[in-house]
């Protein structure tokens, strides 16, 4: 974006550049798993519970070590992996970082 483009903000209710909105933005956006810690992309995970998963047929046992995570728009949620699941989408209360 140009130097010269604004963005009008909700919150604000202002009209603020759009550089400065997108920085806003991306320092508001930190998941953190259930133990309170940042997570990053490519961070390993393990899970504190065990999770039945849909359309598997499979059950996550909790300690399972889940690696490559991939942060996602959502805070709540993360991107990942597994041995035969693709497309695993797990929620960040049920996981903490090794």
Known sequence: ???????????????RPASEMAAASAAALVVRDASGNALADGDSV??????????????LKQG????????????????????????LVLRTEFVRKR
């Open 1 to 15: 974006m140009a130097d010269d483009d604004y963005v009008y903000d909700e919150v604000t209710g202002e009209w």
């Open 46 to 59: 393990t899970l504190i519970k065990d999770l039945k998963v849909k359309g598997a047929n499979q059950t």
């Open 64 to 87: 399972t070590v889940i690696k490559s995570i991939r942060l996602t728009d959502n805070v709540e949620e993360i991107d990942c992996r597994f041995d035969g699941i693709k497309g």
